[in-house]
């Protein structure tokens, strides 16, 4: 009787727990730990969530900010002392984003420094504006020309309009990060919107600066 033939070789995932596990249910499963005082869970926690964190601080205050590895520390300290409140409503990447924009909006507030909020600190800006070469010193030109509009502007409505129409924040995570209802952060971006609009068509550098850009865009895709 000959032999049976042998069955190719197939590679199965390993055993542990968080492998069977969906995504949302491993990171429960991770909250539950480290709530419980699991020194293991603190440190994937802490690694699973810093890099959400260090990319939220550096998209708001520039990764080269001087206080940037102060405030991920403490966004992580508020992170942890948030969990009791985190009911799973959204993903944990997305309430990591929003306790480190709540970090980094008191850190604003308390140091009264709402400049700092939009200086061109990250490089990956201009790196990108670099690639085409055409158009990038009216880019530059036209960026700084919108910052220092923002900076003019009460710093309320201009944050909202930065967290909501640059950085994607949600009306109600705004409202979680600013503290107010989300009828005010609703106010406060009508509001932001309808001065910068404004600001924008009473500056003739800048409203050419935006056709200008809208004219090369378009040639570069055509």
Known sequence: MSPAPLRPLRLVKG??????????????????????????????????????????????????????????????????????????????????????????????????????????TDSETFDRADRAASGTALLRNSIRRVQKHLTDMDANRAWTFVLHDVHGFSLKEISDITKVSVAAVQSRLVRGRKEMHERILRDPDLAGSMDDLARSHRELHD
Do not use: M
Request: hydrophobic fraction near 50%.
């Open 15 to 120: 055993n542990s727990p968080a492998s069977q596990l969906p995504a949302a249910e491993a990171d429960g499963a991770l909250l539950a730990a480290v709530i419980a005082g699991e020194a293991a869970a603190a440190a994937n926690f802490h690694d699973r969530l810093r890099p959400v964190i260090e990319r939220t601080l550096g998209r708001l205050l520039g990764a080269r900010d001087p206080d940037h590895d102060d405030l991920v520390q403490q966004a992580l300290i508020d992170l942890v002392l948030s969990l009791e409140r985190f009911r799973g409503e959204c993903p944990l990447d997305a309430w990591a984003a929003v306790i480190a924009a709540r970090t980094a909006y008191k850190h604003i507030r308390r140091r009264k420094i709402e400049r700092r909020l939009f200086a061109l």
